[in-house]
DNA sequence: AATGAATGAGCTTTCATTCAT
DNA sequence: GATGAATGAAAGCTCATTCAT
């Protein structure tokens, strides 16, 4: 049997936030194949009992360690977007919400990484980013339509889904390439791309 | 001892090949993680013994076939491009290179992305990846370069890298996402996003 | 310290019987080595503190269960002999018998074969069967020296035990080879067996 | 994937047995569930990668054991039944088969007694089982039919069941209790019921 | 008296790699 | 040159039992 613990007293979810926060470190920093559940319960100062009794098994931290991260990714992106003019979108705005990506996946970009990577071989990590991505997706795609009057875009949700993957590999390498490339002068590129599918005077041209 | 050996006899690169063949099909199929040793000479027809004559380890093989398989991604992506207007590029050559780099790709997206996640964890494999960057960056560039004139760029080395992340990752989702979303929606709103960073008159618009 | 309490207040009375029940349900249903310990106690609704405080460990519980199990076997067979003309034994007192080890044998067949098998690795389950062996094989000698005078036995210890083996390993086969061959047929030609060892008119070939 | 090998050279094929040897003993001393795999291995003198390079599993091992082991038994069982007088069957004949099957299961009743509790939870045990227990029974029931005219049995093929009961499971306590009742006493008087089921002179009165 | 979080020894199994033949 | 038997470190996971609360 062995059921998955659930934690009520304040004991227990203490451990299973250490378990987590020792994996998510391992993880980002070793690899997450280079990283062994015996290192994962030293790391958090717990017995393997412990951790099997809050796991089922090891994916199931993964996915639940990912499921939260793209949770914090999620809203880290699109929660100040007040001060966004939804629909006379210009450069700043763009840049704006671009640096928020890049704060958000600036934790770990090698977890995010790795994980991505799984999603070929692993139908479940699949389902977690199909749903994030969809939701990141959908909401690039709303501020398109909200722009059309001035795009040079005839297909938005192939749009949305190009942006998105632009996007998000651009962090993927600016956190990796590291010193060799100012991470600014990325930004402010990807944000030139996209900015100029939007129509706009030629004055413009920076 | 055990050097690793230098095939220069015809029937011991035949062997060679044929591991590399075996690994590269498996790897494909199955995933990197999936595939074991035994599985490979089995597939190819050849003891485990002969496996590590011609390679020093797993790893040594997994750089091989990469390294082949990107020098082979490069030369289709760029073999034909006189048939492009290199200082007067239009939508239907971006459109051409892109589909050459889908070509290119579509033998082994899975292996790809797969090598491509572990250049996070693993500096070898990030090495070999590295140098064809700077190779397809390069050339990207080059082009960017001759179209100056009339261009909404500012710095071509972050737009290169940009344009070369955006179309990587798109060929990755086109491959992945399968019959989701249609391979050529993506690619026409790729190439319009990067047709769009040059000037031209507004009758373009889609 | 951690002595292992007995149990004397009504309440704990109820807790014991409650992880008694549990077990032997569970055992008797998937096995006694595919039953752990949380699933006793949950199906027995207390903690598994509870349970070590009543057992001092798994075996202890197997044992009682066992002990408990082989009394009700031995009452169920043994009691309504009044019905049972002792020194004239026929046929259907012979089945009357046999029926009774049947039925106390059902409850759970499984449960009795995995502990009988035990015997042979663990001296204490051992102990526990050989005295309830011990009162069968009396009970059956007491018949068999009953019957003496018609009785082609010449030596009813071992004929006692050659029975009551014969009768236990019978039901076993019964009860697991279920529907294949009908339980009552074997019951007969086992009662049949036993019954022609005793002196009878040749009109009794049945 | 990790075929599992079938030896060819003589080496490999001692390993496996060696492999067998080990297990096979450690079965019988201290029981199928005491024993682990890396005992099995230490006292073959192979590494533990040998044992999976020649058995799938665990269980796989202790079917080839036991299928191996009961083909064995049947065969000293049965073997030498040119001294039997098939159809004319006397007291004699069947102790010389009842000693048959003595020795046959004299090398290791604790083994034999333990995979037969398996029976009960575990499918594949039991399916090795019922093939050979068929195998008996058939021929039990063919020297019945021999000897159709003087019996006093009325469902042959529930008393061939009901007889190899008996016998099997004498031979499993006569082999385990030892020294507390000799093993011919018991022999004897199983003998004595069997033949009790054929008609005779009632001068055979032992 | 009762709880259940925590423990960790111990289990089976995998697989890259070596080396005697 | 080629073979494949043998190796053993290392992984994921289970579960009876303890003990602080």
């Given at each position: 049997m062995s059921l998955v613990r659930?934690?009520?007293?304040?004991?227990?979810?203490?451990?299973?936030?250490?378990?987590?926060?020792?994996?998510?470190?391992?993880?980002a920093q070793k690899g997450i194949h280079g990283t062994n559940s015996k290192e994962i319960v030293a790391k958090a100062g717990v017995s393997i009992g412990s951790f099997y009794s809050y796991f089922k098994n090891k994916k199931t931290l993964l996915l639940e360690i990912l499921d939260d991260y793209l949770d914090r990714t999620y809203l880290t992106v699109w929660k100040d977007m007040e001060s966004v003019t939804i629909?006379?979108?210009?450069?700043?705005?763009?840049k704006f919400?671009?640096?928020n990506v890049f704060k958000a996946y600036e934790i770990a970009p090698t977890f995010l990484m790795q994980t991505h990577a799984l999603r070929y071989s692993d139908a479940d990590i699949n389902r977690v980013y199909e749903r994030e991505?969809?939701?990141?997706?959908?909401?690039?795609r709303y501020l398109l339509e909200n722009n059309k009057h001035r795009m040079r875009i005839s297909d938005p949700e192939a749009a949305a889904i190009v942006i998105h993957n632009a996007v998000e590999s651009v962090v993927h390498t600016a956190k990796f390439l590291g010193p060799k490339i100012d991470e600014m002068r990325l930004i402010n590129e990807l944000a030139n791309m996209i900015y100029n599918l939007l129509l706009h005077g030629s004055q413009d041209k920076k």
């Open positions: 659930t934690p009520k007293q304040q004991r227990s979810i203490q451990t299973k936030k250490r378990i987590i926060k020792a994996a998510f470190h391992l993880y629909n006379e979108l210009d450069r700043n705005d763009i919400i671009i640096e991505r969809n939701r990141e997706v959908t909401q690039i």
